[in-house]
């Protein structure tokens, strides 16, 4: 199976903060990742695939990059609503595995 | 409007069996690989399995924990997915989203709104 590694497992940062977290795969997963947010008691919520791209609808401050093993979720000004849970996703082969995700909270 | 609702979960005791079901709508159905992701009380998100779209058969994939134990199915003609789970285990226990892939097969774009099975004596 590929084993996705998210670090940092919790981030404290303050509203504008420019944040970026890490994903880095067991094995290369070319551009089959995604990247979900998920706020508590709420589903998650897709916000980059395809390792770059945006999903409709997202807001432009999120961004996605990496290929091959290590990939990177940029918030470029973090907002209040920003606050959540970050999961990354990798699509190259089953099972489908998920990273263990970035807790981003407030300072 | 695209919306999965999920419907079905409940307690149930080790060994026993449920159904998930999951109401699919504002949207082509048998286009869309439909999943099923699970996340244990204050854990993160797992796979659980999936369904191809009609194109593909509906074939099917499992994540190795439930291979055996699970059944995805689909029925095209109310767009509903369909999770059963036989032989449970406590670490089944978690909300059991309904997902809907994108059509390029990159990412979960729709999610429902989860529903919890508690499996416990």
């Known amino acids: 199976d590929i084993q996705l590694t998210q670090s940092p497992s919790f981030l404290s940062a303050s509203v504008g903060d420019r944040v970026t977290f890490t994903c880095r795969a067991s094995q290369g997963i070319s551009s089959y990742l995604a990247w979900y947010q998920q706020k508590p008691g709420k589903a998650p919520k897709l916000l980059i695939y395809?390792?770059?791209t945006l999903q409709s609808g997202v807001p432009s401050r999120f961004s996605g990059s990496g290929s091959g093993t290590e990939f990177t979720l940029t918030i470029s000004s973090l907002q209040p609503e920003d606050f959540a849970t970050y999961y990354c996703q990798q699509r190259n082969g089953y099972p489908l595995t998920f990273g263990g995700g970035t807790k981003v909270e407030i300072k | 409007e695209v919306q999965l609702v999920e419907s079905g979960g409940g307690l149930v005791q080790p060994g026993g069996s449920l159904r998930l079901s999951c109401a699919a709508s504002g949207f082509t159905f048998s286009d869309h690989f439909m999943d099923w992701v699970r996340q244990a009380p204050g854990k993160g998100l797992e796979w659980v399995g999936r369904t191809r779209d009609k194109a593909r058969g509906y074939t099917t994939e499992y994540a190795a924990s439930v291979k055996g134990r699970f059944t995805i199915s689909r029925d095209e003609s109310n767009n509903s997915l369909y999770l059963q789970m036989n032989g449970l285990k406590a670490e089944d226990t978690a909300v059991y989203y309904c997902?809907?892939?994108?059509?390029?097969?990159?990412?979960?774009?729709?999610w429902g709104q989860g529903t919890l099975v508690t499996v416990s004596s």
């Open positions: 997902t809907r892939d994108l059509i390029t097969g990159r990412g979960f774009d729709y």
């Open positions: 395809a390792a770059s």
